[in-house]
């Protein structure tokens, strides 16, 4: 379900906004949408790490590792950090 999202931009701004939307070919709305779409998909950290875990497992699963394989590996990094 699509919702509202109501801000409050002063008047000026929002004349400009409108401007160079339609000059794009879209509505104020629409690129606004597209905006926050976009910063949304940029900054949303949850996503990026989910990515990362499974391009991790995919490269884990693809390689042949063995659960011991991943242990030593752990305990190498862990022991490289002290």
Do not use: C, P
Not at 9 to 30: P, V, Y
Not at 39 to 46: H, L, Q
């Amino acid at each position: 379900m699509k919702k509202q999202l109501i801000i409050r931009i002063d008047e000026e701004l929002k004349s400009k906004f409108s401007k160079i939307a339609r000059i794009e070919g879209k509505t104020a709305s629409e690129k606004i949408r597209e905006l926050v779409s976009a910063y949304t998909v940029e900054n949303d950290f949850a996503a990026a790490v989910d990515s990362l875990w499974d391009r991790i497992s995919e490269k884990i699963e693809n390689g042949g590792f063995k659960q011991e394989d991943i242990d030593k590996k752990i305990k190498e990094a862990r022991s490289r950090k002290k």
